[in-house]
């Protein structure tokens, strides 16, 4: 069946330092694939989606391009700030034949960053 | 604020008790899911309606049930209570069925004890 790996964490980083989390995916259809970001104590919103090969998706200076040729969601940040530590998860929906989009997620990989 | 709403925040209760988790979906919104993160199974997919409708069903153990009224609000109903059902459980919704993107909830911690 479908599934998302992405890196394990905790990934510390410094202020201002470049974030790649990783993030692959097998799917039997065409997913849709997205990067939620869950913060303390709060519940999950989404950063950002790709929804075709090639697409970039982007929001708050984080960017992912789906690549359909590596089956690859990986999320990037040229900048970190404190306030980006969290909880991200990728995730993938691929409604196929069954007419739900429900949201397939990786076990999510915690950021922490310091001042 | 996402503008779905979940009640109560925090849940605790004993084993072999019945609870039962409310959402009220994003105005506009018919698609209602159901996940449950917790530290072991990470977060899963438990069970989609869509204006009113079963649509999808996940890895939802059969002790457990769901509903969404015909005011799109749905209840998640969680019976035979064990320690392992401890869980945050959040409900999302969308627009449709297929192709847009969910927006979550801020979740019901259930610890059972």
């Known amino acids: 069946g479908d599934s998302v790996t992405q890196m394990e964490g905790p990934v510390t980083l410094s202020e201002e330092a470049f974030l790649t989390i990783n993030c692959t995916y097998t799917?039997?259809?065409?997913?849709?694939l997205f990067w939620y970001v869950q913060y303390p104590g709060e519940g999950l919103q989404l950063l950002l989606k790709?929804?075709?090969?090639?697409d970039k998706g982007s929001n708050k200076g984080f960017e992912a391009t789906y690549r359909k040729e590596t089956t690859s969601f990986h999320l990037e940040k040229g900048s970190v700030q404190v306030s980006d530590s969290a909880v991200y998860f990728c995730?993938?929906?691929?409604?196929?034949?069954?007419?739900?989009?429900?949201?397939?997620f990786g076990t999510g990989t915690l950021l922490a960053v310091q001042p | 604020d996402s503008g779905v709403t979940q009640t109560p925040k925090h849940l605790i209760t004993a084993t072999g008790q019945r609870v039962t988790l409310r959402c009220s979906p994003r105005s506009g919104d018919l698609s209602v899911y159901w996940y449950q993160q917790s530290l072991d199974q990470g977060l899963q997919f438990l069970i989609q309606?869509?204006?009113?409708?079963?649509?999808a069903k996940g890895n939802i153990l059969e002790r457990f049930s769901a509903q969404q009224f015909p005011d799109l609000h749905s209840e998640l109903n969680l019976s035979s209570l064990e320690l392992g059902d401890s869980a945050l459980y959040f409900c999302?919704?969308?627009?449709?069925?297929?192709?847009?993107?969910?927006?979550f909830g801020p979740g019901t911690r259930l610890t059972v004890t």
């Open positions: 309606y869509y204006n009113g409708e079963e649509r």
């Open positions: 799917a039997t259809g065409y997913p849709s």
């Open positions: 995730a993938l929906s691929d409604p196929g034949g069954g007419a739900t989009n429900k949201l397939i």
């Open positions: 999302a919704s969308s627009v449709d069925s297929e192709f847009y993107e969910q927006y």
């Open positions: 790709a929804t075709k090969a090639d």
